[in-house]
């Protein structure tokens, strides 16, 4: 039960319960018996909406993805990567979570396996 409903009839309501009242939306307008019926392309307007953004941002969020596991799975032992920090180096050993790389000679470093951005392309032998 509304607060304001309360209140005798004719008195001013509190400057507590003033804003629900300026708050409240107004009343909808009924339309007239004489009014044109909605169109159906109004009901499709917010599906068709969800489905453009579905496929203008998430579906190819989700090809990059699919390609990016499956560059994870492929890669071993010898492969040269880059590492999201931007990090080239060698990958000398897959274990199950991450990569041991070697960024230079004698230094080694374990990543995580999402941290491999891409491998380095083969130069092009003319």
């Not at 009242?21 to 339309?31: E, G, R, S, T």
């Not at 392309?41 to 203008?56: H, N």
């Amino acid at each position: 039960m509304s607060p304001l409903i309360l209140l005798a009839e004719g008195a001013p309501a509190p400057a507590s319960l003033r804003f629900l009242a300026a708050d409240a939306p107004p009343a909808p307008v009924p339309l007239p018996a004489d009014a044109p019926p909605q169109s159906p392309l109004g009901s499709l307007i917010m599906p068709l909406l969800f489905l453009g953004v579905f496929f203008l941002i998430f579906a190819p969020q989700m090809k990059r993805n699919k390609q990016h596991k499956k560059l994870l799975e492929e890669l071993k032992s010898g492969d040269e990567v880059i590492t999201t920090g931007g990090l080239f180096g060698t990958i000398v050993q897959v274990k199950p979570d991450r990569f041991v790389i070697e960024i230079s000679k004698g230094v080694r470093v374990e990543i995580n396996r999402a941290n491999v951005e891409l491998r380095v392309p083969e130069p092009v032998k003319e």
